[in-house]
T-cell receptor
Framework: GQQVMQIPQYQHVQEGEDFTTYCNSS?????IQWYKQRPGGHPVFLIQ?????EVKKQKRLTFQFGEAKKNSSLHITATQTTDVGTYFC?????????????FGQGTTLQVKP | DTEVTQTPKHLVMGMTNKKSLKCEQH?????MYWYKQKAKKPPELMFV???????INESVPSRFSPECPNSSLLNLHLHALQPEDSALYLC????????????FGSGTRLTVV
């Protein structure tokens, strides 16, 4: 079945270091979405990428969608303690018209001050 | 602040109880979802409503019964649950088709005793 895989599962960094999480889909995606879930919180939508090779930035966060639209990455420059949480990528299931998303397993980021 | 409101935030229920989870959104979205999330796992889709009609049931046991009274409200009726059903239950809404991201509520943390 369709799968979205995400690595690493956990990442511990010192504050100020960079962080990257990678997402790979078993199928070509019409779009990919990224969510952040703080400890004890709920997922919060960060961004959606749609175009092949697309790169979007949000302050210290850089999101990329691969040329084949099967992989994506989230890079955080100079992490801060506010970046702590679990980052999920998610892609539409099947043709993408159902609203159903397939989530990656998530990458949990810990930042040491 | 979230524009998808879930009540209650916490719920403890016995295996013979009947309870309901409630979700309300004022985003103008016509798709609403119930997700279940276990600790350290991604959200797992349960139900999708599009235009107030059930469009996806992910083979969820009948002890979970969804209801969508109108375009703003979504309920999840619970009956005869098992301890393994203890989890965070998340409601979400989006444009139909899921594009442009989901808005999640803060969730109901359910414990079945």
């Amino acid at each position: 079945g369709q799968q979205v895989m995400q690595i690493p599962q956990y990442q511990h960094v010192q504050e100020g270091e960079d962080f990257t999480t990678y997402c790979n889909s078993s199928t070509t995606l019409s779009n990919i979405q990224w969510y952040k879930q703080r400890p004890g919180g709920h997922p919060v939508f960060l961004i959606q990428l749609v175009k092949s090779g697309e790169v979007k930035k949000q302050k210290r966060l850089t999101f990329q969608f691969g040329e084949a639209k099967k992989n994506s990455s989230l890079h955080i420059t100079a992490t801060q303690t506010t970046d702590v949480g679990t980052y999920f990528c998610a892609g539409p299931y099947g043709s993408g018209n159902t609203g159903k998303l397939i989530f990656g397993q998530g990458t949990t980021l810990q930042v040491k001050p | 602040d979230t524009e998808v409101t879930q009540t209650p935030k916490h719920l403890v229920m016995g295996m013979t109880n009947k309870k309901s989870l409630k979700c309300e959104q004022h985003m103008g979205h016509r798709a609403m979802y119930w997700y279940k999330q276990k600790a350290k796992k991604p959200p797992e889709l349960m139900f999708v409503y599009s235009y107030e009609k059930l469009s996806i049931n992910e083979s969820v046991p009948s002890r979970f019964s969804p209801e969508c009274p109108n375009s703003s409200l979504l309920n999840l009726h619970l009956h005869a649950l098992q301890p393994e059903d203890s989890a965070l239950y998340l409601c979400a809404s989006s444009q139909v088709g899921g594009n442009y991201g989901y808005t999640f509520g803060s969730g109901t943390r359910l414990t079945v005793v």
